[in-house]
């Protein structure tokens, strides 16, 4: 299959299939927002008088076609084809002959993979923001049922003083709020179109960017060429550390219900189905999915420094270097949306153990509060202090 650089020579076979990597297998998760960015573009360019409506019309069929293709499982890009512009490109040369050769008048491979990524993402940030509010309707469900049960607290792995299951559960309701809040920061500095900066020098061509845009629905365009390039790895970087604050949390949260699901502390019972067990001791039933929620956060960081370090030492302009974000990015989110998907599961069937709850409060979990009655009788808080801690056996 003819390449879209190709200039009349064959390229080493090592060489092709290192450079080529596993793009032809991560695109196919792509094409469908190139397939629409074509569209749009090549409405662009029937508007600016380079295609005309016959030949629009006979594009857009042709790419309609490619479409239901895609969506039906009946199409896929060949490790000869690298990537799914070329794919596209060749499918359109094979529907409709010269026309299909004119759909790339006004654009590189660098502005299009940018604007199908970016199309993408947005989708992507989408998903993971109903994801999020998902799980918070199931929290609120949790404190309605279990948050007025007291327990004790822990600092330092040690019990410290009473909450509750309201203040505990609500506590990743807020978090994920402030996740929340930064996923719409970085969803809207990449809300902008770089169609039409071609390889980061613009095109020498008159075209029209804010139609494309706007027919892509982007809010606004990314005006400066070579700042649309610069903005690739940066902005992956930016959407790695937003996926990577949610994952935090929930590692938190997973660490928090392994803990208190442990028999000698037993706040919190997990049931049977979604526990694994011992290929050796009958007894265990253990917390996998919990264990790894709490792993997967570090593999989300590792995916953040791995984009941090594709990235760093480049000069301005594009480089083959960020071919490697895409597949670093898109398991971000994969892994993202099950771990989501999962602390549901386990907040929709999570029991708390009242009893176990109530014996926690033992004499010395309320020594601050002991405290605090002392100080309301007029005792100054350093002396109240002392006296409380001679009677637990404080220090």
Not at 27 to 41: E, F, G, P, T, W
Not at 125 to 139: D, S, Y
């Amino acid at each position: 299959m003819p390449k879209l650089w190709e200039k009349g020579y064959t390229l080493d076979p090592l060489i092709e299939h290192f450079t080529v990597g596993k793009d032809y297998l991560t695109d196919m998760k792509l094409i469908k927002y190139d397939v629409i960015a074509s569209i749009a573009h090549a409405e662009m360019l029937a508007k600016v008088s380079y295609l005309s409506n016959e030949e629009l019309e006979k594009l857009k069929v042709a790419l309609e076609k490619l479409s239901e293709l895609i969506d039906s499982n009946r199409f896929s890009i060949s490790p000869d084809e690298e990537d799914c512009h070329t794919a596209i490109e060749n499918f359109l040369v094979r529907e409709v002959g010269e026309i299909g050769k004119k759909i790339h008048m006004a654009r590189s491979r660098n502005d299009q993979v940018l604007t199908a990524l970016r199309l993408l993402y947005k989708d992507e940030l989408k998903r993971i923001e109903k994801l999020i509010q998902e799980l918070k309707k199931q929290l609120l469900q949790f404190s309605k049922k279990f948050g007025p049960i007291k327990f004790a607290g822990f600092t330092h792995t040690r019990k410290a003083m009473p909450t509750n299951f309201r203040t505990w559960s609500m506590a990743l309701y807020d978090a994920l709020d402030d996740d929340l809040k930064i996923l719409r920061l970085v969803f809207e500095l990449i809300d902008r179109s770089p169609l039409g900066t071609g390889a980061g020098y613009g095109v020498p061509a008159k075209i029209d960017r804010r139609f494309t845009a706007e027919r892509l629905g982007f809010k606004k365009v990314q005006k400066n060429p070579i700042h649309a390039q610069l903005s690739r790895g940066k902005y992956e970087s930016l959407l790695l550390h937003s996926l990577s604050q949610i994952s935090f949390d929930l590692n938190r949260f997973a660490s928090d219900i392994i803990f208190f699901s442990l028999p000698e502390i037993g706040y919190l019972s997990l049931p049977r189905k979604l526990c694994t067990g011992s290929s050796i001791m009958p007894q265990k039933l253990n917390p996998d999915p919990l264990e790894l929620v709490r792993a997967y956060h570090n593999r989300i960081v590792a995916k953040q420094m791995e984009c941090a370090m594709i990235t760093s030492n480049l000069i301005t302009g594009y480089h083959r270097d960020l071919q490697l974000l895409k597949e670093t990015v898109l398991e971000a989110f994969e892994i993202v949306e099950q771990l989501l998907l999962v602390m549901k599961l386990i907040f929709e069937t999570l029991e708390v153990n009242e009893q176990k709850c109530r014996a926690s409060l033992t004499k010395e979990v309320l020594a601050t509060q002991k405290v605090y009655e002392l100080v309301e009788r007029g005792i100054p808080f350093r002396d109240a202090y002392r006296i409380v801690a001679e009677e637990v056996g404080g220090e």
